[in-house]
C-alpha cells in the first residue's frame, strides 16, 4: 500500500516563505504531485517531480528526495490568496499509477 | 473548453435513495477519476477509467457504480444512499500516452457536495 503524510496546519505572515513537507512510503515510485485547493473548490495542480531536485515555478518551487521518501513545496513571497490547502499525491507501480492522495496541509496567511 | 464539469452541486438524499452524479469531460482524455474528499481529509479514489468501456476500482468503491460509454461522460451510481456516503465527491480527468503512469496533470471538476440524512 502507500502512506502518505502531511503535517496538518500552519500559519505564516504575508511576504515570508513557508515550507510544505510530505513523507511518503510506496513501492515503485512513479512520481509525486503537489496541489493547491482553496476551501470549496477543487484542487489544482501546483507540480510535478518524478526525478530528484528541485523544480522552481515562480514562487512556487518543489523538491523531491526519492532515496529518503521526501518532498517539500516552498512558497515565497506570501500572498493572502496562498491561504489554502496543500496537497500532496504520489503515483507509483504498486498502485496501478493512481494517484494517492494525503490529507493536505493548511495554510492560513495573515497581514 | 469548459473543461470537467460536474452536476448537480448539491444535493440531500434520504437513506436508501438512489442517484446519479454527472461528470463531462471535453477535453478528449482518456482517463477518469472519481474522488469523494469527507471534511479534513485528502481524496480518496472511488473508481477510475482508463478509456471508454474500460473501468476500474479504486481505494473505496463500496456503495457506488460507474459507467464510461463515451470518452467524454463517467456517470458515479449510488443505488441506496447511506450517511455514510455524505461527502464532497470530486470528478477529474487527464490524459496518459502509451501504458506509461499518468504523469500529465489531473483537471477536476468543481465538486458536488452530498448530503444523505
Known amino acids: 500500500g502507500q502512506n502518505i503524510d502531511q503535517p496538518t496546519e500552519m500559519t505564516a505572515t504575508e511576504g515570508a516563505i513557508v515550507q510544505i513537507n510530505c513523507t511518503y512510503q510506496?513501492?515503485?515510485?512513479?512520481?509525486l504531485f503537489w496541489y493547491q485547493q482553496h476551501a470549496g473548490e477543487a484542487p489544482t495542480f501546483l507540480s510535478y517531480n518524478v526525478l530528484d531536485g528541485l523544480e522552481e515555478k515562480g514562487r512556487f518551487s518543489s523538491f523531491l528526495s526519492r532515496s529518503k521518501g521526501y518532498s517539500y513545496l516552498l512558497l515565497k513571497e506570501l500572498q493572502m490568496k496562498d491561504s489554502a490547502s496543500y496537497l500532496c499525491?504520489?503515483?507509483?507501480?504498486?498502485?496501478?499509477?493512481?494517484?494517492?492522495f494525503g490529507k493536505g496541509n493548511q495554510v492560513v496567511v495573515i497581514p | 473548453n469548459a473543461g470537467v464539469t460536474q452536476t448537480p452541486k448539491f444535493r440531500i438524499l434520504k437513506i436508501g435513495q438512489s442517484m446519479t452524479l454527472q461528470c463531462t469531460q471535453d477535453?478528449?482524455?482518456?482517463?477518469m477519476y472519481w474522488y469523494r474528499q469527507d471534511p479534513g481529509m485528502g481524496l480518496k479514489l472511488i473508481y477510475y477509467s482508463v478509456g471508454a468501456g474500460i473501468t476500474d476500482k479504486g481505494e473505496v468503491p463500496n456503495g457506488y457504480n460507474v459507467s464510461r460509454s463515451t470518452t467524454e461522460d463517467f456517470p458515479l451510481r449510488l443505488e441506496l444512499a447511506a450517511p455514510s456516503q455524505t461527502s464532497v465527491y470530486f470528478c477529474?480527468?487527464?490524459?496518459?500516452?502509451?501504458?506509461?503512469?499518468?504523469?500529465?496533470?489531473?483537471?477536476f471538476g468543481p465538486g458536488t457536495r452530498l448530503t444523505v440524512l
Open positions: 510506496t513501492s515503485g515510485f512513479n512520481g
Open positions: 499525491a504520489v503515483t507509483s507501480f504498486s498502485g496501478n499509477n493512481r494517484l494517492a
Open positions: 477535453m478528449n482524455h482518456n482517463y
Open positions: 477529474a480527468s487527464s490524459f496518459t500516452s502509451g501504458d506509461g503512469p499518468p504523469t500529465d496533470t489531473q483537471y
